[in-house]
């Protein structure tokens, strides 16, 4: 199909210094958990980010130098000419497909406690290292030979990076990570040379690395710089106005202004917390600072605002870290007039959780995230079928319709039946909850492509029996019905259920889902869940008039979602609204009238008053259809029946990213050799021995 030709601008090539990007997508660096630990698995997915039609596709931070490391993070490493094969495997997979590669150079500093290396972690002044574990660990302040050494290394590494390959060689002073930010803002330098104090000396090392740089490799590389134009830090960090200031001091000198804020929790806000675009004010100006382009994020997925903030010159090239993982072939869509086929992010932030936990990235909408080399999937191309035996997918949530999605696409026949008069399951249920409007997002993409596929078949209002599917004889079946929350308070602090007096009004999160409100005023809900759904209730209830209060044994508010950098945000906006929090509390007994809380850590035990109670604790799989399909197995062959597979929360409850993961699975795996779990079922890189 053409594309929109209000699209075109978004394809007008740019030249960036001395190298030419073939449109204005640009993939920012962004952070995914493989690093150095999975270097063939993360070339091979930046390689199908450039596959996919981005112009530019650049790494995640890259250390430079062995004094800085970032462990227990996972990123990559250029210590040394012996990481450059590393590197140049993937700027090699991003050339394959026409795409510019972008290497971020980055010395940690200050954010480093060293872990790995043991070497003592240098700043512009001697702080306690700013990490997100309250390292005992202190800087010391770097003198004068120390940057004379770090502006060497970042010469090597910057050489490094062309001998691997990279067409773009970042100076990094962005997030507040980058050390070069550390010299720039007075909350972290406060040092009295001429690398401090004035806004000029707080610059010099800045310009100084962009120069050298340039000189190092910028004959043949352009040098963008990754800046924050805001720390959000009132008085004492980097504002706009001084952001501008700086910028006049150096405007000139990299090859592109790629502009973010600081920290990374405020530029990566969930769409619980901000909008598509958040950022936009940031850019207002920014073009009338610097004659060199500008790049910008704000989880862009749409097209026409692209092209309109392209057109409008508040941006020459747009930039993206999440919706190009949600969607690494979001310009190949764009540029074939495929808009419609757009796997919009949701803006969850499970793809931050791979980084925070250390794991390869995964994503919620995109199950072949980090899957690229490890397990052979694709983001759109699909294996086709290798036999005509149709298949029955029973239940419609995340699970069911990415199975039926990619089934569909592998070309099998495939008759999906859902109980409800409408698909999604559990995300059509939570997308009504305060801020997750956008988690709606995985039910329409999958809903729109399946709804082109003529060989997917979906009946809604079809509740089906064991006997409906013994009598229809499909000969593969997928029980995809989901989970449902306990309500006896099982969960990770107790095993065994908790006395609960009939008298007291008790819900659960798919009560409310479904429409139910506490009777009385004041509720109490029970978290020992631990991630986003007791933070959300506490905000609906509280909106809805009711005295609330928290209560989980862990130390704050939705702790898991320190994983998806919301924590903060959250235990922020409850407070706000009135919530009250109450951490280290254990739920001993549900009275009539109260509850029976003790302190996690003494057992000291105190009742508080509630005319009702919520439970967020766990869940439980729907299987009763399996279980019961299992114990009828002797039934199959005269069904007609060769399999029967229980897969997503009817397996075992998780996350949406596990349940859409579970389907991409089953589709990939079907008519496959069994997987006896006997070896290994995906690729991994195996470190080779040095010599001893
Ligand atoms: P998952 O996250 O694993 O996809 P969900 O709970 O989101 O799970 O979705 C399960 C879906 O299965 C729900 O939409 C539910 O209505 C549907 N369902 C459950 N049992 C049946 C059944 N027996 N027949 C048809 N649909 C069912
Ligand atoms: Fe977007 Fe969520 Fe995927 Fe991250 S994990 S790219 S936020 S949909």
Redesign the pocket.
């Known amino acids: 199909m053409p594309r929109e030709p209000s699209h075109d601008i978004l394809f007008e090539p740019i030249d960036i210094g001395p190298v030419r990007a073939k449109n204005r997508f640009y993939q920012v660096p962004h952070c995914n958990g493989m690093g150095y630990r999975d270097p063939t698995a993360l070339a091979h997915m930046r390689g199908i980010k450039a596959e996919g039609g981005w112009g530019v596709v650049c790494t995640e931070q890259v250390e430079i130098h062995h004094t800085s490391d970032i462990t227990p993070f996972i990123e990559l490493r250029l210590w040394d000419d012996r990481d450059v094969p590393t590197l140049a495997r993937m700027a090699e997979k991003i050339h394959e497909h026409g795409a510019l590669a972008g290497i971020e150079l980055a010395y940690n500093g200050l954010n480093g406690p060293n872990l790995y290396g043991r070497e003592v972690p240098m700043a512009p002044t001697g702080f306690p290292v700013a990490s997100f574990t309250y390292d005992p660990v202190q800087a010391r302040t770097m003198d004068k030979e120390d940057i004379r050494n770090l502006r060497r290394w970042h010469r090597a590494a910057a050489r490094r990076g062309r001998e691997a390959g990279f067409d773009l060689v970042y100076v990094y002073a962005g997030h507040a990570l980058g050390f070069f930010h550390h010299f720039l803002s007075r909350r972290y330098n406060h040092r009295t040379d001429e690398y401090g104090g004035s806004l000029e000396n707080r610059v010099r090392i800045l310009k100084e690395i962009l120069t050298d740089t340039r000189e190092e490799v910028g004959d043949t590389c352009a040098v963008p710089c990754r800046f924050s134009v805001d720390e959000i830090a009132g008085p004492d960090g980097i504002d706009r106005a001084e952001a501008e200031d700086m910028i006049g001091l150096v405007a000139e000198l990299p090859d592109l202004w790629d502009i973010c804020l600081a920290g990374w929790e405020s530029d990566s806000k969930t769409s619980r917390f901000g909008p598509e675009g958040e950022q936009e004010f940031l850019y207002e100006n920014m073009k009338s600072l610097t004659s060199k382009p500008v790049v910008g994020v704000g989880r862009y997925t749409s097209p026409d605002r692209m092209a309109s903030l392209v057109r409008k010159g508040v941006l020459d090239l747009i930039g993206c870290a999440r919706p190009s993982i949600a969607d690494p072939f979001l310009p190949h869509k764009v540029e074939n007039g495929r808009t419609d086929d757009i796997r919009e992010c949701i803006g969850c932030n499970i793809c931050v959780s791979g980084d925070f936990t250390m794991s390869p990235i995964r994503c919620t909408q995109n199950p072949s995230m980090g899957e690229e080399w490890r397990r052979g999937w694709h983001p759109e191309y699909f294996r086709p079928s290798r036999c005509e035996r149709p298949v029955l997918i029973?239940?419609?949530?995340?699970?069911?319709?990415e199975a039926a999605q990619a089934l569909g696409k592998r070309g099998y026949e495939v008759v999906l039946?859902?109980?409800?008069t409408d698909?999604?399951?559990?995300?059509?249920r939570e997308a009504g909850l305060p801020g997750l409007a956008q988690w709606r997002r995985v039910r329409d993409y999958r809903e729109g492509q399946i709804g082109k596929l003529p060989n997917v078949n979906v009946y809604l209002d079809?509740?089906?029996?064991a006997d409906h599917v013994l009598e229809f004889g499909f000969p593969r079946v997928v029980v995809?019905?989901?989970?449902r929350w306990r309500r006896d308070g099982v969960a990770h602090h107790w095993t065994r259920p908790i006395p609960v007096s009939p008298a007291m009004e008790l819900l659960t999160p798919d009560e409310i889902m479904a429409g139910a409100l506490p009777g009385g005023s004041s509720v109490i809900i029970w978290d020992d869940d631990h991630y986003y759904m007791g933070g959300v209730i506490a905000e609906l209830l509280r909106k809805k008039g009711r005295d609330v209060t928290l209560m989980t044994p862990a130390a704050e508010v939705s702790t898991w979602t320190r994983n998806t950098m919301e924590q903060h945000f959250i235990q922020a906006r409850l407070l706000e609204m009135g919530v009250e929090i109450a951490p280290h509390r254990v739920l001993d007994e549900v009275k009539d009238d109260r509850v029976v809380a003790s302190c996690a850590f003494t057992g000291a035990s105190r009742q508080t008053a509630a005319d009702s109670v919520v439970l967020v604790t766990s869940r439980l799989p729907?299987n009763g259809?399996y279980r019961e399909l299992v114990a009828r197995r002797h039934e199959w062959n005269q069904a007609g029946i060769e399999s029967v597979r229980c897969?997503?929360?009817?397996d075992a409850p998780a996350t949406?990213a596990h349940?859409v993961f579970?389907?991409r699975r089953y589709a990939e795996d079907l008519d496959e050799p069994v997987d006896s779990g006997d070896t290994v079922s995906f690729k991994r890189e195996i470190t080779e021995l040095s010599a001893c």
């Open positions: 029973v239940g419609a949530g995340p699970a069911g319709l039946a859902e109980r409800a698909v999604g399951g559990r995300v059509s079809s509740e089906l029996s995809a019905t989901g989970a729907d259809l897969i997503g929360d009817a949406i349940a579970a389907g």
